[in-house]
């Protein structure tokens, strides 16, 4: 089993910055993907960035330019780095771990991201 705990989120003024953490731990099987979902109410939950390794990320269109995902292998911890913040980013982040081969996912339990003045 694999437990992720995320860490960074909370209020933010728009264009401001923060970084969200997700470390994981457990059993963890290579390869595997790790990326951030968000849902924001009454919304379904998309796809924000995936990161297998640092040369190989993805990102939602969106976000593409203002966010930058990176990861610590050794660490097996996942960050998202999130600038010029918009209100409409405004949502629970949540982790994710993917298990490539077995196409098990894992997830975190969230963490809250509030852009506004």
């Known amino acids: 089993q694999v437990q992720l705990a995320e860490s960074g989120g909370g209020l933010v003024q728009p264009g401001g910055s923060l970084r969200l953490s997700c470390a994981a731990s457990?059993?963890?099987?290579?390869?595997?993907?790790m990326g951030w979902y968000r849902q924001a109410p009454g919304k379904e939950r998309e796809l924000v960035a995936t990161i297998i390794s640092n040369r190989s990320t993805n990102y939602a269109d969106y976000v593409e330019g203002r966010f930058t995902i990176s990861r610590d292998s050794a660490k097996n911890t996942v960050y998202l780095q999130m600038n010029s913040l918009k209100p409409e980013d405004t949502a629970v982040y949540y982790c994710?771990?993917?298990?490539?081969?077995?196409?098990?996912?894992?997830w975190g339990q969230g963490t809250q991201v509030t852009v506004s003045s």
């Open positions: 457990g059993t963890i099987f290579s390869p595997n993907r």
């Open positions: 994710n771990m993917r298990r490539i081969v077995a196409r098990l996912d894992y």
